[in-house]
């Protein structure tokens, strides 16, 4: 305890971002975990998704009271301060990616007494997208790298293209045939909340950034989800 | 994975008093008064072993006269009167049998001014030994000082320099004299009042980081107006607000979550 | 929009200016009656200084005449025994005056002449020098010898041109045949001009020429030794108690009330004190120097005591608390740390109490020691006198030549009181010690 530097919060920053990194693993794996239930119908691993969550939200918790007393006792500044902030930001962002992917096990558990459908094939490749972003960004924050969490940043529109295909392709099954359309929006959630997730990961990209450089990324972010505006319109073809 | 997290934090100085600690100071029901006026009220105070207990408040609190009943400092005021049970590992310090003298070199002071005798550097720091004849032999006291003032930091600073006077040591090396002058003595417990308001953040810096090592050797008592300091330093903090000990606990709790409306007033900024 | 516009607020309107105008005149008023009060005091004590130096300086120079005296052993010592107590006995009288008339055979036949010769020269300097001369040499008797005696006090006073030479010759001192006399011995290199030995080492005489303050100076030391060795030890001892042990109360208050006032009581006081209860009651010795020197402690005590306890005070409570915070008893602390720090200033203090008991005349005068004294005191019992007595007795001497002996003693006790505040500036510029 001799070495510890009485001015900077050197070793309890060093802890918070080993706590932070092991969230994110959490979480990686999480994520990891509830695709891999929803595509291999496996009820069991989307059974444990769920009941894992509450180690997320408990770090999450934890994070919390750390920064708090850290901010009240040590009187982190400048970079120290912003890594604190970034911290408690980022473990609410991964406690979310833990929500979500706990969500999507719920709608696993349903669609396995559904019949297999190959839509759910689509789904695979955002998830896996989603996962790349996440597991890329918590590198760029343990490994310091804000030029790594920009270019995840800037990956963000491929997953939300992705999710607008899906949402077509969802949206002309339902009307292809009505029967389908319980099943398609349990997917469609699921589709969505992959979406969040690739939000979140982006979110967590900013805060990397910002923590390093003390300013936010100044471009627009990337929006590609665009059904929040999309009509939802009957084939031409069929109308009449 | 919390029990993980707890092994972690346990090797950091995060304002925790550790259960393990033993008290090494109980002080029950202090009331003292100065002629008629009362200045302390029924103060009721645990201060543990290796650590650093804060005591944080606003001016005229009786935070500092808390401090000084510890090692009677307060019997050289010709108007003070002390009432209550103080012990020091159990023993009750204003009992008959206890001599102030002796008590003082149990319970070191270091005071808000840096204060070193107007001596050589060897001089301030061999003065205590030397009195409680405590060195025997000139190669023992050579010894005392020594590492007297390597644990208060300062030997590779004056270590070429022993005959130089005291005085001439900056505000900081002067603070670190004294501490040195009060490690010599082979005290238990160190009180210190204020020891960095006179300093400047630099030099506050070292006597905060000293007081961080040697809480692993001493109980040290801190009175201090800077509550990033209390912050920074203590395990334990009380808080006294008109001679009175309003709230006393972990310094993570008194500063993140304190209780009392009169504390988080204090602390948040609202008045004093 | 004038981009030179001043802007007139409350310290830049012309009402503002007068103000600051009006604030410095002020100052430089005060500063100008500080400087003409300097002036003042300067100007005061150059008076002073040039009057008692104008008249006192020319006492350090003394005239001297040579005499050709045959030491005849008839007069000295007839029977031949060569005891000093038969010598000191001789007839050295008849030896000067012969001597003198041998000089100036002119005059020895005329009795008037005789006796206005025998003015030009010190007769009791004369036969003292000659005794002297032969109790040193007791081999010399019988020979003729050349010596150097004073010359009579008029005479020293008329070549130091105190004395108008152009009044009628009855109005005045000397004679105008006593001045030829002196033009032709210091025509013939009979008479010079010395430096004044006789002045230090001489104790008191009737007559000026002869006049010394070595009793005085001496009865004064001794007086100074008692006063401190009495006062020193007690007064210290006494401000520490007070300052440091004595607790707060109204006694306490009541015994440093009395302090302050003593230090105000006027000196003769003492001096009817150290009357009533050292020389009625105790029976002490009348005019020594430890009745002196006990009188002058009662007087120097307060000052001593004041000046202990400020120095005492003056010490920061710091220093007190960091000897306690270590575990120093109380008097260890005042021992190892607050006295050193106040040494200074008591030994200030104490000299300039001494300097103020070197120079009070008004108790002295009380117990006696204005005494006529003409052997240096052996001890401080031994009757003696003071340096300030010496002053106020030559000041009231008729003869002309005491004014510049009186002056002269105030120079010498002038230079006492300088080399003390000396030794004080210099012990507090070496213990002085930064804290």
């Keep these: 305890m001799a070495e510890t530097n009485i001015r900077a919060p050197v070793a309890e920053l060093e802890d918070l971002t080993a706590k932070i990194a092991r969230m994110g693993g959490l979480a990686e794996s999480q994520l990891t975990d509830c695709l891999e239930a929803a595509l291999r119908r496996d009820s069991d691993l989307a059974q444990k998704v769920i009941s894992r969550d509450v180690a997320i939200d408990a770090l999450e918790q934890e994070v919390e009271e750390d920064c708090v007393r850290l901010l009240a006792l040590r009187h982190p500044m400048a970079g120290d301060l912003r890594a604190v902030v970034a911290a408690m930001k980022i473990s609410i962002d991964l406690e979310r990616i833990g929500d979500l992917s706990k969500n999507v096990s719920k709608r696993t558990l349903v669609l396995n007494r559904e019949e297999p459908v190959k839509l759910i094939q689509g789904l695979g490749r955002m998830g896996r997208q989603a996962l790349a972003q996440l597991k890329e960004v918590l590198d760029a924050y343990s490994l310091g790298e804000p030029d790594r969490a920009v270019a995840v940043w800037r990956r963000d529109e491929e997953i939300d293209e992705l999710y607008n295909s899906l949402f077509r392709e969802f949206l002309t099954y339902m009307m292809e045939d009505p029967r389908t359309i319980g099943l398609c929006t349990h997917l469609l959630f699921i589709a969505k909340n992959i979406e969040r997730i690739g939000d979140h990961a982006t979110n967590i990209a900013e805060i990397v950034y910002f923590c390093h450089k003390g300013r936010h990324i100044s471009e627009a972010r990337p929006k590609g989800d665009v059904t929040s505006v999309m009509r939802i319109e009957s084939e031409p073809g069929e109308s009449s | ?272 | ?435």
């Excluded at chain 3, 929009?1 to 600051?20: D, Q, W, Y």
């Excluded at chain 3, 004590?45 to 001297?64: D, K, V």
């Excluded at chain 3, 006049?211 to 401190?228: D, H, K, R």
């Excluded at chain 3, 005491?402 to 002038?414: G, P």
């Design chain 2, 1 to 272: 994975m919390s029990e993980q997290a707890e092994g972690v934090r346990m090797s950091r100085p995060v304002g925790r008093v550790d259960e393990r600690a033993s008290v090494k100071i109980a002080a029950r029901g202090v009331n003292l008064w100065y002629g008629d006026k009362q200045a302390l009220f029924s103060v009721d105070l645990d201060i543990p072993d290796n650590h650093v207990t804060a005591m944080i408040g606003p001016s005229g609190c009786g935070k500092s006269t808390f401090l000084r009943c510890l090692n009677r400092m307060n019997d050289t005021i010709d108007s003070a009167r002390v009432q209550g049970d103080i012990r020091l590992d159990g023993q009750d310090i204003y009992a008959k049998s206890i001599d102030p003298v002796q008590l003082r070199a149990r319970v070191g002071m270091v005071f808000q001014k840096p204060n070193p005798f107007p001596k050589s550097i060897y001089e301030n720091v061999a003065y205590g030994p030397r009195i409680h004849g405590i060195a025997a032999g000139k190669k023992a006291l050579d010894e005392i000082v020594v590492t007297s003032l390597k644990k208060a930091g300062l030997w590779d600073e004056v270590k070429d320099r022993l005959d130089e006077p005291g005085t001439g040591l900056s505000g900081g090396q002067q603070q670190r004299l004294c501490i040195a002058r009060a490690i010599a003595v082979n005290p238990e417990v160190i009180l210190m009042d204020e020891p960095c308001s006179a300093l400047d953040p630099i030099a506050t810096d070292r006597i905060e980081q000293l007081i961080l090592e040697l809480k692993e050797n001493y109980c040290i008592a801190i009175v201090t107006h800077s509550m990033s300091q209390a912050a920074r330093v203590s395990q334990r903090t009380a808080f006294f607000h008109l001679g009175v000990l309003v709230e006393m606990g972990d310094t993570a709790d008194i500063f993140t979550n304190p209780q009392d409306p009169r504390t988080q007033d204090y602390i948040t900024g609202r008045f004093g």
């Design chain 3, 1 to 435: 929009m004038a981009s030179t516009e001043v802007k007139t607020g409350i310290h830049t309107s012309p009402e503002a200016a007068r103000r600051l105008a009006r604030r410095y005149r002020q100052e430089a008023f005060f500063q100008f009656m500080g400087l003409i009060a300097i002036v003042l005091a300067l100007s005061a004590l150059a008076w002073l200084m040039a009057s008692i130096f104008g008249t006192g300086l020319s006492a350090f120079r003394q005239h001297e005449v040579q005499i050709t005296a045959s030491l005849d052993p008839e007069l000295i010592d007839p029977e031949r025994t060569g005891d000093p107590e038969v010598m000191r006995r001789g007839d050295y009288r008849t030896i000067l005056q012969r001597a003198i008339y041998d000089r100036f055979p002119e005059a020895a036949d005329d009795r008037k002449l005789r006796l206005q010769l025998m003015e030009v020269y010190s007769v009791a300097g004369g036969t003292g020098f000659l005794r002297d001369f032969v109790l040193d040499n007791p081999g010399r008797v019988g020979d003729t010898v050349t010596l150097w005696i004073p010359a009579s006090d008029d005479v020293d006073q008329m070549l130091k041109g105190k004395f108008d030479l152009d009044v009628p010759q009855e109005l005045r001192k000397v004679t105008d045949v006593q001045i030829a006399w002196v033009r032709e011995l210091q025509a013939s290199g009979e008479l010079r001009a010395s430096f004044n030995k006789i002045l230090f080492l001489n104790t008191d005489s009737r007559d000026p020429e002869l006049a010394g303050v070595a009793a005085a100076v001496v009865g004064s030391f001794y007086a100074l030794l008692v006063t401190f060795v009495l006062s020193f030890p007690m007064g210290v001892a006494a401000a520490i108690y007070l300052e440091e042990f004595a607790p707060k109360n109204r006694f306490t208050d009541f015994i440093e009330v009395n302090i302050n006032n003593l230090a105000a009581v006027p000196s003769i006081v003492f001096g009817l004190l150290g009357l009533a209860v050292f020389l009625n009651f105790f029976g002490l010795p009348r005019s020594a120097p430890l009745v002196g020197g006990m009188v002058l402690a009662l007087m120097t005590l307060p000052t001593i005591i004041i000046a202990t306890r400020a120095s005492l005070k003056a010490v920061p409570p710091s220093i007190r608390e960091g000897a306690l915070g270590v575990g120093a008893s109380k008097l260890q602390s005042i021992y190892h740390h607050v006295l050193p720090l106040a040494m200074p200033g008591i030994l200030t203090g104490t000299i300039i109490g001494m300097a103020q008991a070197l120079g009070e005349t008004a108790p002295l005068l009380m117990i006696g020691m204005v005494a006529f004294v003409t052997q240096i005191p052996e001890s401080i019992t031994t009757p003696a006198s003071a340096l300030p007595v010496q002053v106020f007795l030559w000041s009231d001497s008729p003869e002309r030549a005491w004014e510049e002996r009186t002056s002269a003693a105030i120079i010498i006790l002038l230079g006492f009181l300088t080399l003390m505040n000396l030794v004080a500036v210099l012990l507090r510029s070496r213990f002085e010690r930064r804290w």
